[in-house]
């Protein structure tokens, strides 16, 4: 273990058990939080258990007090986790936590669910706030061991975007060129937020009424169908997925054709910012395989909503600036990739799921849905505008307010 995590760590269990000998609930919550600033630079499994453990923690003492209950007394191994870990026993300190998550899920058969349940919000909490602070959503998932549906769902449903996006007009602009007989790349982020919304329909109305093709490189296929497939969760909504494929509205591109691609920008990306002679791992594969595929392939456009690999492509020194500001620490730029960075991806065009609704909505796509309400085709922009925002597309309220009075005054 890194001598700077182990000391974070320590710092930690020591207020952690603090908090646990007063019932202090609220002061594990933040020690959760604590440990995502080592958890997004050096994304290791040790800060990253020690937030899900952390935060499991604080919300399980809380229903015990609240409910009259006898809360669990942890307290026993946190000290010997501690001790362990002051020794440098690093093995000793992995194998005490990781008995805790066992102990704590099977402790009580009828809370066993609900504390499950709260293990895995815990992880998607954390893979949340490690978004926050400059990492993909791929990657965020990757490291937590949960799926983008889930963790897309929970960053549109609790992330109140405060920037405006001055490409803003433009996307719009290059959107309308690119969906008129050509083809579209999409990253996974795009076909959640509109699948979630029932919106996904509209790409076969592309499809007819311009000529546009849609590929899909098959990393996202696999996050986006198969994955899910495998679950109850978002089940449904991968079949409506799959049910594209197999009307061929959607492409797949076989890995191997853009496989050495994707793996150089991914080295690239990720040794683009680093701390302390650490490279810091922005971005996850399949992502840079909706890349690679557009590059690959000269496709017109490519669709990602996330915000973090549009800046990767778009405005690297302004990712660096929004990572020192979440991280409150200053980061290495490596000038020499970041001029490679530019020449692999300097021509690709980006936008959003936002500007396919809106376009949908500007070509009468979306007029079915006009129903008899006062101001009826305003409260549809609006309302679908909301929804792929709500479902994770990142886009700040001020621009779908101008798009609403713009289209739709």
Same mark, same amino acid.
């Given at each position: ?59 399980? *003492? ?5 409910? =009259?209950? %006898?809360?669990?007394?942890? !307290?026993?191994? /946190?000290?010997? +986790? @501690?001790? $362990? ?69 929970? *960053? ?5 975007? =405060?920037? %405006?996006?001055?490409?803003? !007009?433009?996307? /719009?602009?290059? +959107? @309308?060129? $690119? ?69 061929? *509205? ?12 994707? !793996?150089?920008? /991914?080295?690239? +990306? ?140």
């Amino acid at each position: 273990m890194l001598p700077a995590i182990k000391e974070d760590i320590l710092a930690v269990l020591d207020r952690a058990i603090d908090a646990l000998s007063s019932q202090d609930f609220m002061s594990l919550s933040e020690l959760s939080n604590h440990t995502i600033h080592d958890a997004s630079i050096y994304q290791e499994d040790d800060p990253l258990t020690l937030a899900v453990l952390m935060y499991a923690l604080s919300k399980i *003492i809380q229903r015990s007090v609240e409910q =009259g209950q %006898t809360p669990p007394t942890p !307290l026993a191994a /946190l000290k010997r +986790a @501690r001790d $362990a870990l002051s020794e440098d026993d690093d093995n000793s300190y992995r194998a005490a936590i990781k008995q805790l998550l066992r102990t704590i899920v099977t402790q009580d058969s009828q809370l066993k669910l609900y504390i499950q349940d709260v293990i895995q919000k815990a992880k998607i909490k954390k893979a949340s706030k490690m978004h926050e602070h400059g990492i993909s959503v791929a990657r965020t998932a990757e490291l937590l061991g949960i799926s983008q549906w889930e963790l897309q769902d929970y *960053i549109g449903q609790t992330t109140r975007e =405060g920037f %405006t996006d001055e490409r803003a !007009l433009k996307r /719009l602009s290059s +959107a @309308r060129i $690119a969906v008129k007989d050509s083809t579209i790349v999409f990253d996974t982020g795009p076909i959640i937020s509109l699948t979630v919304t029932n919106l996904l329909w509209i790409l076969e109305e592309f499809k007819m009424k311009f000529g546009t093709s849609f590929a899909l490189p098959i990393g996202v296929k696999h996050e986006l169908v198969d994955k899910p497939l495998e679950t109850r969760r978002f089940k449904f909504e991968a079949i409506q997925v799959q049910r594209l494929l197999e009307r061929n *509205i959607f492409s797949l591109v076989p890995e191997e054709n853009i496989r050495g691609r994707a !793996l150089e920008l /991914l080295r690239l +990306a990720n040794s683009l910012l680093s701390f302390k002679g650490k490279p810091i791992q922005i971005v996850q594969q399949g992502e840079m395989e909706t890349l690679a595929c557009a590059i690959e392939y000269r496709a017109s456009a490519v669709v990602i909503d996330e915000r973090i690999t549009r800046l990767l492509i778009e405005n690297p020194l302004g990712l660096k600036n929004l990572m020192e500001k979440r991280l409150h620490m200053s980061l290495y730029l490596d000038m020499r990739v970041l001029k490679k960075l530019k020449e692999e991806l300097s021509n690709l065009i980006v936008f959003r799921s936002i500007e396919l609704v809106t376009i949908s909505f500007e070509v009468g796509i979306l007029d079915p849905l006009i129903v008899h309400i006062p101001h009826a085709k305003r409260e549809l922009l609006e309302s679908v505008l909301w929804g792929v925002k709500l479902a994770g597309c990142s886009v700040g309220e001020d621009e779908i307010n101008m798009i609403v009075k713009k289209f739709a005054a």
